[in-house]
Every structure is written in C-alpha cells, then in structure tokens.
C-alpha cells in the first residue's frame, strides 16, 4: 500500500477493520479447529466432512494472520472475502440460514482488499 495514498484518519479506520477481521476470523477458525459442537454440526450439514471443516478453520486463521501483517493485508482482505463469499452461498444453497452475518464480514474483507491494492491495479481501476 502505498501510504501517502490515504489519510492518517483513513490509515486507522482501515487498520480498525483490519484488527476487527483479525478477532473475528481468529475465532472462527479455532472454534472449528476445537471442534466446538456447533462447528462439527454446520459442517455436518454441509455435507463435504469434517476434513473440510479443519481446511476452513486453518484458511480462516491464515487470513486473520494476514490481516495483521502489514504487507499482506490485501491479500488477507481478498482471501478472506473469498471465504464469505463461499459461506453465503454454503447458507443459500445448502444449510439455509441467515447469511447476513457472512455478507458483513464479506463487505469488510473487499473493503480492506480494496483500499490496500497494489499500486499497479489502483492504476489500472
């Protein structure tokens, strides 16, 4: 990122966002690498087993790790989104469900991928 791009107030919303996505994903992904029962029961529902479950968890913990590296939060931020994407459409088509929560945190990770793209694709958009 480059920073004489955003304000300082704009520097510390993002990093808000940032450390906010952190907890989030961070908790998310031991639950389901604890295997919490709730966890267990969702991936359950899925259908795919519960290998798929410790996948999640693990990507979910990278992504929270990438968030608060500063040279990788756009890359945090895009896998992150990926994974909202991917759950919203888990509670769509297969668990039912209300996916508002995976919509909002979704928003969140495209908003920090997007104000901490590289400087070739702020160019190029």
């Known amino acids: ?68 590296l500063p040279a990788a939060g756009f890359f945090g931020g895009l896998l992150l989104g990926a994974i909202m994407v991917c759950a919203v459409a888990t509670h769509l088509l297969l668990i039912g469900g209300n996916p508002a929560p995976a919509v909002v945190l979704g928003a969140l990770a495209a908003f920090v991928a997007w104000r901490l793209r590289p400087v070739s694709l702020r160019a190029a958009g």
């Open 1 to 68: 990122m480059a920073s004489s791009l955003i304000s300082p107030t704009q520097r510390r919303i993002v990093w808000g966002v940032r450390i906010l996505l952190a907890l989030a994903f961070g908790a998310a992904g031991v639950s389901k690498l604890a295997g919490v029962p709730q966890m267990v029961q969702v991936f359950d529902a899925i259908g795919f087993g519960q290998w798929f479950r410790y996948l999640t968890g693990a990507v979910e913990i990278a992504g929270a790790v990438l968030m608060l």
